[in-house]
T-cell receptor
Framework: GAVVSQHPSWVICKSGTSVKIECRSLDFQATTMFWYRQFPKQSLMLMATSNEGSKATYEQGVEKDKFLINHASLTLSTLTVTSAHPEDSSFYIC????????????FGPGTRLTVT | KQEVTQIPAALSVPEGENLVLNCSFTDSAIYNLQWFRQDPGKGLTSLLLIQSSQREQTSGRLNASLDKSSGRSTLYIAASQPGDSATYLCAGGSNYKLTFGKGTLLTVNP
């Protein structure tokens, strides 16, 4: 149980284009999902907290207009990187929190984004 | 603001050796401490989760301890194997968020 999937697992896009990454909780409902970014040989940095049906809360220094987050259902959150640039190339990982269990997160397998 | 530090950054050991990875955190108000494994280019695999009311958790050859008063956690790996080679991350849960350390890159040599 508590499986989280991400799609796509990897994507290459050209500079200036937008890319959407999906995060799904497969066997549970998640009122809250988190988006992290991980640069090579660095740790995971929380980008934003996404709550179903409301606006995401972004961490300091994360551009909300560049990283659009939508959490339209209890099993799906999407992250759209708008007008991507090479410096946005990174490993993006989502996690989901089981409704009613606020202290546990389950992680997706990650999405490797390369912007050329 | 929670800060998590892991020492050492990298560790290389011969197969069969017992080893300890260290994690320290600044906010003692954490409600749990998790240890994860990450293989190159892959996502996270949860290894152990210690609730704030617990002192340790064990799973197979892994044992994790938590000392909130000193702001420390350790991950003990017994009888290490080459398959244990990976990056190990610890993360402290506080304020409904997880804060990650930079990880320890473990290499177990056959």
């Amino acid at each position: 149980g508590a499986v989280v999937s991400q799609h796509p697992s990897w994507v290459i896009c050209k500079s200036g284009t937008s890319v959407k990454i999906e995060c799904r909780s497969l066997d549970f409902q998640a009122t809250t999902m988190f988006w992290y970014r991980q640069f090579p040989k660095q740790s995971l940095m929380l980008m934003a907290t996404s709550n179903e049906g409301s606006k995401a809360t972004y961490e300091q220094g994360v551009e909300k207009d560049k990283f659009l987050i939508n959490h339209a259902s209890l099993t799906l959150s999407t992250l759209t990187v708008t007008s991507a640039h090479p410096e946005d190339s990174s490993f993006y990982i989502c996690s989901a929190r089981v409704s009613g269990r606020i202290y546990e997160q389950y992680f997706g397998p990650g999405t490797r984004l390369t912007v050329t | 603001k929670q800060e998590v530090t892991q020492i050492p950054a990298a560790l290389s050991v011969p197969e069969g050796e017992n080893l300890v990875l260290n994690c320290s955190f600044t906010d003692s108000a954490i409600y749990n401490l998790q240890w994860f494994r990450q293989d190159p280019g892959k996502g996270l695999t949860s290894l152990l989760l210690i609730q704030s009311s617990q002192r340790e958790q064990t799973s197979g050859r892994l044992n994790a301890s938590l000392d909130k008063s000193s702001g420390r956690s350790t991950l003990y790996i017994a009888a290490s194997q080459p398959g244990d080679s990976a990056t190990y991350l610890c993360a402290g849960g506080s304020n409904y968020k997880l804060t990650f350390g930079k990880g320890t890159l473990l290499t177990v040599n056959p």
